[in-house]
């Protein structure tokens, strides 16, 4: 398979200037049916080989200061500091970077990636947000470590990336009493579908949890992973399949 030029997504939000930030789409890349063009996972049943080449030609196409800080995700809540860990060998669903040029990344395939940045462009983190992460608090926990390491109270943005969409994503009646056992407000995130199943809005969610924890700049939420079939991998609608990556760093 020939090199193509990728086909990337970045958010339309006011923080252009100091933090880069891009979703991959499928396009592009060397990877083999079911994982064609550009998977960038190594987990998921792909040839290591061309993992490799796609990851290689991500960071030429980008021109990355440095190799993407990969993780093992688990949906959980385990947020790291990206400056400090090596690619590939970290079991956590959020990291975050407050160094110009360190490349927090994580892929998905139905899950939302999450972008939280601060505002003055001194910090930004990246989260693997798929209903399990929403339900145990992956967001609150994410912006409590990096407003920890704020000394004055920046005003934090977020961008939520190409996720399932409310249309198509499918839940059980337990997901959606397990988020209004937390917050009754979340209800609104959830449509009766069928006799003992919903129709979840991940955005939603997100949107609702982040505003609660005083993030009210959110941008993004407009991609269904499972509609597009051309441009986004999706797990729900083809498995074994690939996975995109979100990439965010200082600049």
Known sequence: ??????????????LQHCVEVVTTTRQGGFSRSPYH???????????QTSVERNRALLKQQLELPQDPKWLQQV???????????TPDETQADASYSQQAGTVCAILSAD?????????????????????????????QNTL????????TNIEFYAWLGPAIGPQV?????EV????????????????????????CDLYLLAQHILAAADVNKVFGGEYCTYSDKNRFF??????????????????
Not at 121 to 130: I, L, P
Request: net charge neutral; glycine share 6%.
């Open 176 to 199: 959606r009493t397990e988020f209004i056992e937390y917050d009754a407000h979340l209800a609104c995130a959830f449509r009766e579908h069928h006799k003992h199943s919903y129709l």
């Open 111 to 139: 899950c939302m990636p999450v972008v939280l940045a601060a505002c003055d462009g001194s910090c930004v983190a990246v989260v693997h947000a798929g209903w399990r992460g929403l339900a145990a608090g992956i967001l």
């Open 144 to 151: 409590a470590v990096i407003r920890s390491k704020q000394t």
């Open 234 to 251: 999706s797990y729900r609608r083809t498995a074994p399949t690939g996975r995109m990556a979100t990439l965010a760093y200082l600049k």
């Open 1 to 14: 398979m020939s090199e193509s030029r990728l086909d990337l997504i970045r958010p339309a939000w006011p």
């Open 169 to 173: 994503f499918e839940v059980g009646a």
């Open 37 to 47: 063009a550009l998977n960038l996972a190594l987990h998921v049943g792909d040839d």
């Open 75 to 85: 949906h959980a809540t385990t947020v790291v500091h990206a400056d400090q860990l």
